[in-house]
């Protein structure tokens, strides 16, 4: 689960989550068309890539010239494992605490 | 603060005095819990938790407000550090229990919270919506 730490400080940033909300609707696309769709500049965009890479949330692959950005769901894995065993846990405590109180 | 957080709340059939002595008294949270309980209700307690087949989760009291509010935070060896926080609201004849677990951030940082909620919602409504 050390993972989690690198995806907290990438998405503890309000543009870079936006950036992945635009980037997984649009699919893979390059910072240029990503700054199209996002009031931040090109240059911008290409820094939070580069953090988001890092952490995981996106790939970047050479097409051509360009260079693609590709959102992967499979990053936040680790998040959605920890939220659901803390949730389930949670269900029973709260289920066994009103049995106790019944 | 970043965010990512489980929340769940339950209707008690009881008195917010009796809620309450269910959170911080360890024998009756044990009864509940999962697990043996000892927990010190008092702000820089401890709380431990042990139950056969699971690591020992273990932490402090952050908050107490007596019948109203329990916060601590807590983790086992080698998971995430959490903090927990419990919070009582009399409705009608009995008392709502609001329960937010949320995991610990390793730098602070400001900004909106990321997700409350399901899981699913949380993809819904900030991933791709």
Known sequence: MVGIEFL???LSDPTRRQLVRVLAQRGPSTATELSGSMPISRQAVAKHLTALSHAGLVTRSRVGRDVRYTFEPGSLSDVV???QEVDDAWASRLDRLRSEME | MTDIAVERDVLLPAS??????????????SRWMGGSVVLEATVGGKIRMTASGAPDVWGTVEEVVIGSRLQWSWRTDDGLPALVELELHPEG???RLTVRETLLPWQSASASPLWIGRPSAWFRTSMVA
């Open chain 1, 8 to 10: 907290f400080t990438a």
């Open chain 1, 81 to 83: 494992g920890w939220v």
């Open chain 2, 16 to 29: 917010v005095e009796e809620v309450w002595s269910h959170l911080t008294d360890g024998e009756l949270v």
């Open chain 2, 93 to 95: 004849e009995g008392t």
